[in-house]
């Protein structure tokens, strides 16, 4: 599918100034060059365009509130100052997989002064000696390369590092109730065991006395039925004499 046609597609009944997000990865560029999009996307923050053929950035319009941009898998060899014109906001650039290859193709990001992380991976520039080093020292702005800082430690999650925040803003005092309240919980829980477990005793011994009653009722009552049985007999042996 054709870029343009693409982003026409992507708008769904809104207009160009009230698109924020715009995703048209694996779309086509029939020139090598970005299409469709003009001036009038004024409120986009996000652009991704990966694997559209795009071998230039020299028809980018005007985005003053652009902050992410996503262009890898493309075939941009040069061009860079386009952005910091275009995009002088950004934030974030990914140019991974892209045909750059000298640090001087990248130099034109010292103009943008916001851009905290920047991706080149799979760019022949990363097979320089030095090259993470040479990158840092020429953007001194940049604070990730290829998803790592200065000393080699990735980039937080944005997501998790909400999470923490969250969790930071709640406090030790919810910390403590809830160890409280587990406490408690554990309290209670014993006394419940415990009691649960003497009334079972309890319960238990009652039964085995009931048993022990009923095995000596039942023994009564057979040894009476032993009884009875022997007179009987008793009395058939002396009626047995008389009759002699």
Do not use: W
Not at 123 to 150: K, M
């Amino acid at each position: 599918m054709e870029m343009e046609k693409r982003i026409s597609l992507e708008l769904r009944n809104k207009t160009p100034a009230e698109v924020a997000e715009l995703v048209v990865d694996n779309c086509r560029s029939s020139d090598g060059e970005v299409e469709g999009l003009s001036d009038d996307y004024k409120e986009l923050e996000f652009l991704s365009m990966v694997n559209v053929g795009l071998t230039s950035l020299a028809k980018l319009p005007s985005l003053p509130k652009l902050l992410k941009l996503e262009i890898s898998d493309n075939m941009i060899v040069g061009g860079l100052d386009q952005l910091s014109e275009k995009c002088p906001n950004l934030t974030y650039l990914n140019l991974s997989g892209n045909k750059i290859k000298e640090l001087s193709t990248v130099k034109p990001l010292q103009n943008l002064k916001n851009l905290k992380s920047l991706d080149l991976y799979s760019c022949e520039i990363t097979t320089l000696e030095d090259y993470r080093e040479s990158v840092f020292e020429l953007l001194p702005q940049v604070t990730f390369l290829d998803g790592y800082d200065h000393e080699d430690n990735e980039v937080p999650d944005s997501e998790a590092d909400d999470d923490d925040d969250d969790d930071h803003t709640a406090g030790p005092t919810r910390d403590g109730e809830d160890d409280e309240d587990e406490d408690d919980e554990c309290s209670e829980g014993e006394e419940v065991g415990l009691s649960y477990l003497m009334k079972d005793g309890i319960q238990d011994e009652e039964d085995d006395d009931d048993y022990v009653e009923e095995e000596e009722e039942e023994d009564g009552v057979g040894d009476q039925g032993e009884k009875r049985k022997r007179d009987t007999e008793d009395e058939g042996d002396d009626s047995d004499g008389d009759a002699d």
